[in-house]
C-alpha cells in the first residue's frame, strides 16, 4: 500500500528488526509502564511489518535489546496474536 517498513537484516526467510534499547530504567518499549499509547504504535508497526513479510512468504522477528521490553513487548503481541518472535539482543 506503499507506507515504508524498515528492518535491519534477513536470515533465510526471517526478516530482523533491531530494537537498541538506551534507556533501562524507561522505554518506550516497556508497552505495559506506557500505557495504551506505546501499545498502540507498537502495534502499528507490528502489524504493518507481518503485512509486509507475509506478502512474500518471509516471517519477522524483534532483536530487543533490553530483557524487560522483551517481556512486555511478547505479552502484547501474544494479547493481540500478532505473529512476531520477540528475542533478548545484548548490545
Not at 530483557?67 to 539482543?89: H, M, P, T
Amino acid at each position: 500500500d506503499g507506507r515504508y517498513v524498515q528492518f535491519e537484516n534477513m536470515v533465510d526467510n526471517v526478516l530482523q528488526d533491531g530494537k537498541c534499547i538506551l534507556n533501562k530504567k524507561r522505554s518506550f518499549y516497556h508497552v505495559y509502564d506506557y500505557g495504551y499509547i506505546a501499545q498502540k504504535r507498537v502495534l502499528e508497526q507490528a502489524n504493518r511489518q507481518v503485512e509486509a513479510a507475509n506478502a512474500v512468504g518471509y516471517k519477522v522477528e524483534w532483536l530487543v535489546s533490553d530483557e524487560k521490553a522483551v517481556d512486555q513487548i511478547s505479552l502484547l503481541f501474544k494479547e493481540n496474536n500478532i505473529n512476531i518472535s520477540v528475542k533478548f539482543y545484548q548490545e
